[in-house]
Structure formats: structure tokens, C-alpha cells
């Protein structure tokens, strides 16, 4: 069994930088589909960035296009998400996900098959 372990999360300003990382343990993740997703208080998990087993393929949301970036390293086994220019409706908790066939929807939460718990990300205005 495959585990998934995100760090990074914190209180920030408005403006302000954080970068996540999704730790994998258990099993080697470097053929899988890696994505982060949040999930703000009362509303529903949304995609936010994804990138392929090779690196060759990343996706972002429209929200977040141009602040943040998602970059993976194989040989750690691990997921980064740089996230600059924060905004206080960045607030939630962002969940890392791995998925072995997302194929071209990567964006699409059902496609990844294990899951972080999540790491809290607050920005203040």
C-alpha cells in the first residue's frame, strides 16, 4: 500500500509565498500521475494542479495559472506545489492524489486512485 504525506501548509499574508510538498512511502510512485487538489469550509474539493509521470504534461486550474507550480522529483518520490502571489481564497485544505491511469483528464478527482490527508493552508488579507 502506497501512502501519501503533504507538508508545508501554513498562515501567510496576501501576497505571500508556500511551498507544499506530498512525501510517498510505501511503494514507488514515479509511473503515477501526481495532483494536488483543496477543499475550502463548505464547499467542494476542487483541482488545482496536476503533472504526468514523465513531467511532460501539467495542468492547472484557471484560478490559479500563473502563481502557482507544480514540479515533482522521481528519484525522491516527491511532489512539490509552489504557490506565490496568495490569495485569501486560496484558504483550504490541499489534498495531494496519485493516479496510475488519469489519462487526459487530470483534473478530474475520480481519477486518482490514493490520497493524501491533507495540509492546512490559511491566507490572511
Known amino acids: 500500500q502506497g501512502q501519501l504525506v503533504e507538508s508545508g501548509g501554513g498562515l501567510v499574508q496576501a501576497g505571500g509565498s508556500l511551498r507544499l510538498t506530498c512525501a510517498a512511502s510505501g511503494r514507488t510512485f514515479s509511473r503515477y500521475a501526481m495532483g494536488w487538489f483543496r477543499q475550502a469550509p463548505g464547499k467542494e474539493r476542487e483541482f488545482v494542479a496536476a503533472?504526468?509521470?514523465?513531467?511532460?504534461?501539467?495542468s492547472y486550474a484557471d484560478s490559479v495559472k500563473g502563481r502557482f507550480t507544480i514540479s515533482r522529483d522521481n528519484a525522491k518520490n516527491t511532489v512539490y506545489l509552489q504557490m506565490n502571489s496568495l490569495k485569501p481564497e486560496d484558504t483550504a485544505d490541499y489534498y495531494c492524489a496519485a493516479g496510475w491511469n488519469v489519462g487526459f483528464y487530470m483534473g478530474a478527482a475520480g481519477n486518482y486512485d490514493y490520497w493524501g490527508q491533507g495540509t492546512q493552508v490559511t491566507v490572511s488579507s
Open positions: 503533472i504526468s509521470w514523465s513531467g511532460a504534461s501539467i
